[in-house]
């Protein structure tokens, strides 16, 4: 079966949450942070609030500047490389913006890769905005840019789905996913949900583990809930588009 890899930015391909970093130096994080979390806002809100109120004298160059001094997992080129040796395709779904993600693969020599993202814009006043081009009114996590879609979007029917991801934004995508590696927030809520996976700390244990995993590809399956939730997700998407007003 073709098999088709996904990865994470935030926290995953880089070591730190750029955008979580971004916005604590150049815009007001908290309480807008916390609030989301709280529940007592939306995604979509808090990404509107802390987008609006980066400081007018910075600019995308700045962004550009401060994105490139984020410290990358070292074995993330390596990991593409394999990964296209081995006829796999790999595409980068994050819930933050293309204003730091682009430069940071172009460094590099990366920027070739499939990403889906959020925009990060300026208004006519001058003002930053963000744009949501991978949103998704069936989906409802908490990731603006609907990592689930993206990835079912991308995929025929047989294909395995392979998830790397670090955080809460990830959940979705990974319950929809047959090999998931995981660590941290992720990890914690497999963890919980008992839901199989691969811990990892750096690109080197996901690479480790997929030659394995590649050694005997003909072991590699479905994962049968994984199955059941991708199914639910097409009809639901089907059904929204077959009853547009």
Request: with cysteine; aromatic share 14%; net charge negative.
């Amino acid at each position: 079966m073709p098999i088709s890899v996904f990865s994470d930015f935030d926290g995953t391909i880089v070591k730190k949450d750029i955008g979580d970093e971004l916005f604590k130096e150049y815009s007001v994080y908290e309480p807008y942070h916390s609030l989301l979390y709280d529940g007592k806002l939306t995604i979509y809100q808090y990404w509107h609030i802390v987008c609006r109120k980066i400081n007018s004298n910075i600019s995308f160059s700045d962004i550009r500047e401060f994105a490139l001094s984020a410290e990358i997992d070292s074995y993330f080129v390596r990991f593409v490389g394999y990964c296209k040796d081995n006829g796999l395709p790999l595409s980068i779904v994050s819930d933050g913006f293309d204003a730091y993600i682009f430069p940071i693969l172009e460094k590099l020599g990366l920027a070739d890769l499939p990403v889906f993202c959020n925009k990060l814009l300026i208004n006519r006043n001058g003002v930053y905005e963000p744009e949501f081009p991978f949103a998704s009114e069936s989906c409802e996590c908490m990731c603006a840019s609907c990592k689930r879609n993206s990835v079912l979007s991308s995929v025929g029917n047989d294909e395995i789905i392979i998830y790397i991801g670090d955080g809460i934004s990830d959940v979705c995508v990974a319950e929809h996913s047959d090999i998931i590696f995981a660590k941290k927030k992720l990890a914690a809520y497999c963890n919980e949900k008992r839901i199989p996976h691969y811990p990892f700390s750096t690109f080197f244990d996901v690479l480790r583990i997929m030659q394995k995993l590649l050694a005997e590809r003909n072991r590699i399956k479905h994962r049968h809930q994984a199955q059941l939730l991708r199914k639910k997700s097409y009809e639901m998407e089907w059904y929204k588009e077959d009853h547009i007003i």
